[in-house]
């Protein structure tokens, strides 16, 4: 299982663990085009601003820096060129005499200032006559969108004239549209939803019918004034600064906050670099494919939508030494990327070492021979590594005797290296898990890779986009116990920071027993502030494919399939909020549960099958109410883990990394699989940037008039949205002087949504019964009024639609601290850090009492 290969040649002495020459860095990483074709005056394409720093910036400081680039007042623009500065009655002959001037021209357009033109040089030189028709398409034109871009003020020409053209701000230079101010002022759109847990459905053919919600950019308080004309006389072309021509103030929106954020226009890719992607387009049959390989070539993210290409290998693989192995080649790309830190297992000869312990060197030195010993070698996030015997650590000093045992089982020479594991993180995407470490999902899958190492992969959600990514990924040699203890107590510790750890408050994992338990023993060291909590589709929807055999005849196949969605359904919503919320209605759900499945509905879809019944009741008391600690909701109702009950986001991630455009594949080396992933990270970080820069640019949605709307994701935005929605079905009254009582009233909405998510519940704990069908039949009044009792009959033509899920009615009790902070005894907030419908049901009684209107504007504090 464990692959062997010679010592690898050629590893940097600083970066290896092994005694070696250093060989030189290949320098094609550093590779970026340029904008024309050789002139040097034109600057290099989207260098890009590093941004891994911020993670590890404070909150409050990343707030201050954020607010400090939020001004909408005028901002003073920045598009620094090399210019020839002219004033009237000078020799225009002589004005490329001395050499350029580089100016920040914002500075002196609109301004008065001592010269009149700024022409740019004779690199740029174009026919004063019909130098217009092909301004847009000029090395003149892309220099200057270049520079706008380094400057964080993307620009764009927007007419002027046959003579003239006038450069204004991207975006935000045009005045908002009257459809769109009509479409914000239309009350009876109903656009697409959202959910924070297993959105995607929501996205499908059933969510596509309704409208989505399109964001643009915010010029409702007036457009940006930002502006300069360019101008072509005989000598060439020149900004024009006459009678103070232009405007160089940005006004009505904020700046981005650095320039890798902002989107490379076609524009800028070269002409060659555009053909070559197309070819790549039409060879591999795969839009996607083209954009991989513009990133991988030249590092220019284009939506591929737009552009798409097929990543190859570059210069940097098609000159590596073709002696090192696979392992070699892989570890030899981690140390030169500075972006990847990883940690390393293996079994290494002595002598190869550079630093030996006093027991290791007695051993090398007591009888001549070459020994050999197990070492974890790590890349920190500096860059500096380190190389340690696994024996000075007493929970993966078992590993030496492992390897032993791997060598004389082998037959290995001893001065072949075996490797044991890898694990590795991609900073630039660690940055992201940082914002939102609460819960992480953990699973193993194999076929990466076609030396038979299984791949364990951690990912985590983003909580402002609603997107899952994979942050850290580990290759084992086997899914036994001692390897994932060498994963939870040391790689773990080794790539994640201890604070982003101490943050973890919940690991959602599958049914691996050697798995769970040494997440088990992490709780008390690695993670001391999270909790387990098991897959609900693994336990209840694998559990039944494992252990219900039902021999239904095809006929009647359809109706059993439905009754085992219902008891799957039913299994399912004690993992969700609103349904059982303490001991007590957990027990009767439970008890109504056995109930339904001896009941002769169910005993009729089974064809009369009496051995199928008891089985299901094994199987329900066996496999399922065993694991009750670990998936109901109650119990972790006051930990913050967004109502997570499922792994299935994360099994989605191991699709998706083989069916990705540039998935990895079982027949894939070491070296390849663990590019092809490095190539995924860097596609998934520039598209979250590009995410959050469209709404951090197009902050105006017309489908929210929230005082919210501007300062949030459209996701987090619509989350809320929903949640104001729904505050007309409910109605508070005050208890006590700090207590307030809520109760859920539909009857007294004026619109009640279509259907609820949450039924009342009172202290009695009375229970109504009812179908998932039946439920948009019943009114909100007939609900109101019934008494606890079945709302439906069993038919015998319609036995699959009459099975029913029990609903509580409740009075929710809302309590105000000293300090104002409000909190709600259905701990929504503490679970997803969302504020309640009942919370804002109670701040809209007390604004009404005070005779004001509350803004549904919620400060919150995490």
């Given at each position: 299982m464990w692959p062997t290969e010679p010592i690898p040649p050629g590893l940097p002495d600083a970066a290896s663990p092994f005694k070696s020459k250093p060989t030189k860095t290949n320098s094609s990483d550093s590779h970026r085009f340029n904008v024309d074709d050789?002139?040097?005056s034109v600057s290099k394409l989207h260098a890009p601003v590093q941004l891994s720093h911020l993670a590890s910036l404070g909150v409050e400081e990343i707030h201050k820096l954020l607010e400090s680039d939020q001004d909408t007042g005028p901002t003073l623009g920045n598009v620094t060129l090399e210019v020839y500065p002219w004033k009237e009655f000078d020799d225009k002959k002589k004005v490329f005499d001395g050499p350029p001037t580089s100016l920040n021209i914002c500075e002196h357009t609109g301004k008065i200032f001592k010269y009149d033109r700024l022409y740019f040089g004779p690199a740029y030189e174009m026919d004063e006559n019909n130098w217009t028709q092909g301004f847009e398409n000029s090395a003149l034109y892309k220099h200057i969108l270049q520079k706008g871009i380094d400057g964080r003020n993307p620009l764009i020409s927007n007419g002027g004239g046959v003579d003239k053209r006038k450069i204004v701000c991207k975006g935000f230079y045009r005045k908002e549209r009257k459809a769109v101010a009509a479409k914000k002022s239309d009350k009876s759109i109903v656009y697409r939803g959202v959910q924070a847990v297993n959105d995607r459905k929501l996205s499908r053919p059933a969510g596509k019918s309704m409208p989505r919600k399109s964001s643009n950019a915010d010029t409702s308080s007036g457009s940006c004034k930002f502006m300069f004309y360019i101008k072509c006389d005989e000598i060439g072309p020149y900004i024009n600064l006459e009678r103070n021509a232009g405007c160089g103030d940005h006004n009505n929106h904020p700046l981005a906050i650095s320039s890798e954020c902002i989107p490379v226009p076609l524009k800028l890719v070269p002409e060659e670099v555009k053909k070559t992607a197309v070819n790549v387009v039409e060879s591999a049959a795969s839009h996607a494919a083209g954009r991989n390989f513009l990133l991988r070539d030249s590092q220019i993210f284009i939506n591929k939508a737009r552009m798409a290409y097929l990543a190859k290998l570059s210069d940097e693989e098609k000159n590596s030494d073709s002696k090192m192995g696979d392992f070699g080649r892989m570890i030899d790309q981690f140390e030169r990327e500075e972006d990847i830190s990883y940690t390393i297992l293996s079994n290494v000869p002595l002598s190869d070492l550079k630093d030996l312990s006093k027991d290791a060197a007695s051993e090398l030195d007591g009888d001549g021979q070459n020994k050999n010993v197990t070492v974890a070698t790590t890349k920190g996030d500096d860059g500096n590594i380190t190389c340690k015997e696994v024996s000075s650590e007493d929970e993966i000093a078992h590993a030496d005797n492992i390897a032993k045992e791997q060598r004389q089982e082998r037959a290995l020479d001893v001065t072949q290296i075996l490797f044991m594991a890898i694990g590795f993180v991609y900073l630039p995407l660690l940055r992201f898990v940082k914002l939102c470490p609460e819960v992480i999902w953990c699973d193993i899958t194999s076929h990466s890779n076609n030396k038979g190492f299984h791949l364990m992969t951690f990912s985590?959600?983003?909580?402002?986009?609603?997107?899952?990514?994979?942050?850290?990924?580990?290759?084992?040699?086997?899914?036994?116990?001692?390897?994932?203890?060498?994963?939870?107590?040391?790689?773990?510790?080794?790539?994640?920071?201890?604070?982003?750890?101490?943050?973890?408050?919940?690991?959602?994992?599958?049914?691996?027993?050697?798995?769970?338990?040494?997440?088990?023993?992490?709780?008390?060291?690695?993670?001391?502030?999270?909790?387990?909590?098991?897959?609900?589709?693994?336990?209840?929807d694998r559990g039944w494919h494992s252990h219900i055999r039902a021999c239904i005849a095809k006929a009647y196949r359809p109706h059993w399939n439905k009754i085992v969605k219902k008891i799957h359904t039913w299994i399912y919503s004690w993992m969700k909020p609103g349904f059982v919320e303490d001991p007590d209605e957990y027990e009767i759900s439970k008890a109504l549960l056995i109930r339904f499945i001896c009941s002769d509905?169910?005993?009729?879809?089974?064809?009369?099958?009496?051995?199928?019944?008891?089985?299901?009741?094994?199987?329900?008391?066996?496999?399922?109410?065993?694991?009750?600690?670990?998936?109901?909701?109650?119990?972790?109702?006051?930990?913050?883990?967004?109502?997570?009950?499922?792994?299935?986001?994360?099994?989605?991630?191991?699709?998706?990394?083989?069916?990705?455009?540039?998935?990895?594949?079982?027949?894939?080396?070491?070296?390849?699989?663990?590019?092809?992933?490095?190539?995924?990270?860097?596609?998934?970080?520039?598209?979250?940037?590009?995410?959050?820069?469209?709404?951090?640019?197009?902050?105006?949605?017309?489908?929210?008039?929230?005082?919210?709307?501007?300062?949030?994701?459209?996701?987090?935005?619509?989350?809320?949205?929903?949640?104001r929605e729904r505050t007309c079905l409910y109605t508070a009254r005050r208890v006590d002087k700090r207590i307030f009582e809520v109760s859920f009233t539909p009857q007294q909405a004026k619109h009640a949504p279509a259907s609820t998510a949450e039924s009342s519940q009172s202290k009695a704990c009375s229970v109504q019964l009812k179908s998932d069908e039946i439920d948009k039949q019943v009114t909100a009044g007939d609900l109101a009024t019934t008494k606890p009792r079945l709302l439906v009959e069993y038919a015998d033509s319609d036995d699959a639609k009459v099975a029913p899920l029990p609903l509580f009615e409740r009075k929710r009790i809302v309590t105000v601290a000293d300090d104002g902070t409000l909190s709600c005894e259905c701990c929504k907030f503490e679970f997803s850090s969302l504020p309640c419908e009942h919370l804002e049901s109670v701040c809209h009684l007390v604004h009404e009492a005070n005779g004001s209107k509350f803004a549904g504007k919620f400060y919150v504090c995490c």
């Open positions: 050789g002139t040097s985590c959600r983003n909580s402002g986009l609603a997107k899952q990514s994979v942050f850290m990924w580990l290759w084992l040699p086997d899914q036994k116990r001692f390897s994932f203890r060498w994963v939870f107590q040391h790689a773990l510790k080794m790539l994640l920071p201890l604070h982003v750890r101490l943050r973890v408050r919940f690991i959602m994992k599958d049914g691996d027993p050697q798995q769970r338990n040494e997440i088990l023993r992490s709780l008390l060291s690695v993670f001391p502030n999270a909790i387990e909590g098991s897959c609900g589709w693994h336990i209840v509905v169910v005993l009729r879809a089974a064809r009369n099958n009496k051995a199928l019944i008891i089985d299901i009741l094994k199987f329900v008391r066996s496999h399922v109410f065993v694991y009750e600690q670990q998936y109901l909701f109650y119990l972790r109702k006051r930990v913050k883990h967004y109502a997570v009950a499922h792994g299935t986001q994360h099994e989605g991630t191991n699709t998706a990394l083989k069916e990705h455009s540039a998935g990895i594949k079982g027949t894939m080396n070491m070296d390849i699989a663990a590019k092809t992933i490095i190539l995924q990270s860097k596609l998934k970080v520039e598209e979250l940037n590009a995410m959050i820069y469209r709404d951090f640019s197009r902050s105006d949605k017309p489908w929210s008039i929230s005082p919210t709307s501007k300062h949030l994701l459209s996701f987090a935005e619509a989350l809320l949205k929903a949640v």
